[in-house]
């Protein structure tokens, strides 16, 4: 009798029905599954939840370390001072200019630079390498490199300015020049990770589709137009997405160049919440802070999220 008419037989003989001693439809449960998620949700539980519960119920009391005394419950107090404060504002209208050009200007050049990069050609990942280099170092070490580089005495900035006859320039302490001097900063360090991203999800385009395009007559502005941008829509919102959420708490920058000033120009809600909590040491006002601040950026993310789904369902 050969192999297959052996397994025929025995499956034949064989019941079809669950094995003893086991219901049917069910499968056994084991412990020891979920067991290995313990350790994690601990930790989640212990750095993450914990703390912004405890954030939430220090903002509702009256609380400054240096007094000694144990915080007060005062409800919504500290949401009403924040609102009716002018340095409270002034630091909101700083952030959102900051993060609205840091973004734009990093994605206009990120999309043109991956445009660039899309062939290969001579030498190009020489040239990739260097462009990512910025992001790669810490923020505080671009901060205080900014720093130094722009100094109006031995800056290196200013001495090429003075070789070729211009004026030397006050940078980052003239109230005018030292917001978009920090903008310019973050564009310089964040752009090559919008670059990447684009990059990558450009050189996943199928080749067929610009062929396509290309033996229609479309030019490459309007491939770019009518393919490359509908087909990139998700990672383009993902990556603006990610460097939005980064670009509101900024504060790396803003402590090693300016210290919010001069005349608070560069006062950004993440350096407030420092001022606040760390240097007056009042802990529930910069709590409270802190949680305005999440409200701004859950907004505008939503707002984004929205925009995008209601123009993919068109």
Known sequence: MSTSTQIGARAAVTPLGPRPGRRPGRRPVHAGRYAVMFPGLLFLAAFAIYPTIYSLVISL??????????????????????????????????????VVFAVLIEFLLAFGLALL???????????????????LVAP??????????????????????????????????????????????????????????????????????IEASKLDGASWPRIIWHQFLPLLKYPILVGVLLRLIDSFRVYDIVFMTTRGGPVDATSTMSWQIYDVGFRSFTISYAAAYSWLLLILVLLVVNTLLRRMSSGTER
Do not use: C, H
């Open 61 to 98: 009391t009256k609380w400054r370390v240096t007094t000694g005394e144990e915080p007060r419950f005062v409800g919504l107090e500290n949401y009403a001072t924040l609102l009716a404060d002018e340095a409270f504002w002034n630091s909101v209208r700083v952030t959102v200019v900051f």
């Open 117 to 135: 990069f899309f062939r290969n050609f001579p030498g190009d990942k020489v040239m990739r390498a260097l462009i990512l280099m910025p992001m």
């Open 140 to 209: 505080v070490a671009v901060g205080l490199l900014a720093r130094f580089s722009l100094e109006p005495t031995f800056g290196i900035v200013n001495q090429l300015l003075r070789a070729v006859g211009l004026p030397t320039t006050e940078f980052l302490g003239s109230p005018a020049l030292a917001l978009p001097t920090l903008i310019a900063i973050d564009v310089w360090q964040w752009t090559p990770f919008l670059f990447l991203i684009l990059l990558a999800a450009m050189q996943g385009i199928p080749e067929e589709v």
